[in-house]
Nanobody, 125 residues
Framework: QVQLVESGGGLVQAGGSLRLSCAVS????????MGWFRQAPGKEREFVAA????????YYGDSVKGRFTISRDNAKNTVYLQMNSLKPEDTALYLC??????????????????WGRGTQVTVSS
């Protein structure tokens, strides 16, 4: 059993920054890929970013490229999402996910095995 808990969300003005964290606990003896997704009311879940076990390869959704940065600290079992130049359209529930099958990363929700409950990010204009 693996548990993921997100934190760091909140209310921020447009142009501001937030740093989200995702703590992974439980059975984490295998190397695993990690991803961030977001979901706004009435919209489908959207891919935000993903990172391989080593951190050497990252992927970003088109809408966040150049503004968001994903990173990880495996010694702390924690994944981060640094969000800069935030826009009102970034408002959503942000969820982290773990793929325990592979050490690579995926942009597809179906490839992930465990999910956190999410942390809310609200960007005001």
């Amino acid at each position: 059993q693996v548990q993921l808990v997100e934190s760091g969300g909140g209310l921020v003005q447009a142009g501001g920054s937030l740093r989200l964290s995702c703590a992974v606990s439980g059975r984490t003896f295998m190397r695993y890929g990690m991803g961030w997704f977001r979901q706004a009311p009435g919209k489908e879940r959207e891919f935000v970013a993903a990172i391989t076990w080593s951190g050497g390869t990252t992927y970003y959704g088109d809408s966040v490229k150049g503004r968001f940065t994903i990173s990880r600290d495996n010694a702390k079992n924690t994944v981060y999402l640094q969000m800069n130049s935030l826009k009102p359209e970034d408002t959503a529930l942000y969820l982290c996910a773990a793929d325990l099958k592979f050490s690579s990363a995926s942009t597809y929700p179906r490839d992930y095995d465990y999910w956190g409950r999410g942390t809310q990010v609200t960007v005001s204009s």
